[in-house]
């Protein structure tokens, strides 16, 4: 059995991702730019989908772009920015209803992917660069994205071991740029990285919903064709490894703590091990019934919340724990218990049927919208692995202790950073 049915095509200078389903009222499109992070590129990767967005040769405001949205029964067109291990991934999504459900058969499909080759390849342009007054606006808004930063105290602690975990490598950066690089962007800078970015960047286009395949491969190569391209993702390269813990204090005015712990697991996903190291992930602290839930916050009522999360294509755990300023010490103490308990192999059969359960059940449920099911593909190209979402389900259901234990063995602690109040407060 086979839950996607996504059928891919090279067409020029890109991939044609086709999932033909009924299972959606609406139809789906995401188109998907992918490049290594890097310092040079991130400020302008956050910024242009933004640019893009706002208008258009055709549509000159985004007035009159919405409007003319408003006239395909209301489609919506949103773009995003986000990073999938070291690669820095811009997205642009349109949902629009199925056309087979409308009275007058208006061919909504093709008025969709003409007007994704509009944002796409015929940007509103202004003496050869990008129009002025849209970049000024959006270097704003870029600028608030990422100051919203610092006001959210999670999100700041979050980033902030990040930097300081993986200092010198690229996953230090958020892929919304840095903040004290966004005022120099030109007009005329961002247009020529758009040019790059068009030219070299690993581009995959998905379609989604009820559309008959022969109909998608034949619209998409006649408005979307681009110069082909050898691909440009970062190898993996060897993950590093510290000798010592890392410990890094943060003061500011707040009245909560934020402990957040950062691991490195060694294990990306693709590995043969990756599985493993989900269904460890969950008992150790990824859901409610996990250890980080129920010996941190209920049974030692150190934690307003206690969590941990994987990044599959760094090879990475965060723990995130908001504590009261005096508990640090033994917040940090017990959570290291919890690990421990994991590679001793402290847990039960109950335990790993339960977050078996939660887990695929949390794979179903991101199926269940067409977005989620492109995101969970998307993985596959980031990784440069295909994997089948019935033979991941398999591989989580058919994973043992032992594996377990050993995935638990390989995680080390590399980073723990707490954002407390300041000295004398």
């Known amino acids: 059995m086979t839950l996607t049915n996504e059928v891919i095509h090279k067409q020029k200078g890109y991939r044609l991702h086709i999932v033909k389903t009924e299972k959606y009222k609406t139809n789906t499109i995401v188109w998907k730019m992918k490049a290594p992070l890097s310092e040079d590129s991130v400020t302008l990767r956050g910024l242009l989908p933004h640019v893009l967005q706002s208008s258009s040769n055709a549509y000159p405001t985004t007035t009159k772009l919405r409007s003319y949205l408003d006239e395909l029964y209301g489609a919506h067109f949103f773009v995003d920015v986000g990073k999938k291990g070291e690669q820095h991934v811009m997205s642009f999504s349109i949902e629009?209803?199925?056309?087979?459900?409308?009275?007058?058969?208006?061919?909504?499909?093709?008025?969709?992917?003409?007007?994704?080759?509009?944002?796409?390849?015929?940007?509103?342009?202004?003496?050869?660069?990008?129009?002025?007054?849209?970049?000024?606006?959006?270097?704003?808004?870029?600028?608030?994205?990422?100051?919203?930063?610092?006001?959210?105290?999670?999100?700041?602690?979050?980033?902030?071991?990040?930097?300081?975990?993986?200092?010198?490598?690229?996953?230090?950066?958020?892929?919304?740029?840095?903040?004290?690089?966004?005022?120099?962007?030109?007009?005329?800078?961002?247009?020529?990285?758009?040019?790059?970015?068009?030219?070299?960047?690993?581009?995959?286009?998905?379609?989604?919903?009820?559309?008959?395949?022969?109909?998608?491969?034949?619209?998409?190569?006649?408005?979307?064709?681009?110069?082909?391209?050898?691909?440009?993702?970062?190898?993996?390269?060897?993950?590093?490894?510290?000798?010592?813990?890392?410990?890094?204090?943060?003061?500011?005015?707040?009245?909560?703590?934020?402990?957040?712990?950062?691991?490195?697991?060694?294990?990306?996903?693709?590995?043969?091990?990756?599985?493993?190291?989900?269904?460890?992930?969950?008992?150790?602290?990824?859901?409610?019934?996990?250890?980080?839930?129920?010996n941190v916050r209920e049974k030692a009522s150190l934690a307003y919340y206690a969590a941990s999360r994987l990044e599959s294509h760094k090879g990475v755990m965060m723990v995130m724990s908001g504590i009261d300023f005096p508990n640090y010490n033994q917040a940090v103490t017990i959570i290291n218990e919890q690990l421990e308990a994991m590679r001793q192999g402290d847990f039960s059969e109950e335990d790993i049927r339960q977050t078996k359960a939660v887990i695929i059940n949390q794979l179903l449920e991101t199926i269940d919208t067409s977005r989620g099911l492109v995101e969970v593909l998307y993985h596959n190209v980031v990784s440069g692995v295909d994997i089948e979402l019935t033979t991941w389900i398999e591989k989580i259901d058919g994973t043992t202790k032992d594996e377990i234990v050993q995935a638990a063995k390989k995680v080390q602690l590399d980073t723990i950073y707490f954002l407390t109040e300041q000295e004398g407060a």
């Open 96 to 294: 629009l209803a199925n056309e087979k459900f409308l009275k007058d058969q208006t061919p909504l499909l093709e008025k969709a992917i003409a007007f994704l080759k509009e944002i796409l390849l015929q940007p509103l342009l202004e003496d050869g660069a990008f129009h002025k007054e849209t970049v000024q606006k959006e270097k704003e808004n870029q600028l608030q994205r990422i100051e919203s930063i610092y006001d959210d105290k999670m999100r700041y602690a979050n980033s902030r071991i990040t930097e300081e975990m993986f200092k010198g490598e690229a996953f230090s950066m958020q892929p919304y740029g840095i903040k004290g690089k966004v005022d120099a962007i030109t007009p005329r800078d961002l247009f020529d990285y758009y040019e790059k970015a068009i030219n070299e960047d690993d581009l995959d286009l998905y379609i989604v919903g009820d559309v008959e395949e022969s109909e998608v491969i034949e619209l998409t190569n006649r408005y979307i064709q681009l110069p082909e391209r050898t691909g440009n993702t970062r190898p993996k390269g060897d993950v590093a490894s510290r000798s010592n813990v890392k410990e890094v204090i943060d003061r500011q005015p707040i009245s909560q703590g934020k402990l957040n712990m950062g691991y490195r697991t060694f294990i990306q996903f693709g590995d043969q091990d990756y599985y493993a190291l989900q269904v460890f992930n969950g008992i150790f602290g990824g859901f409610s019934h996990s250890k980080l839930f129920a």
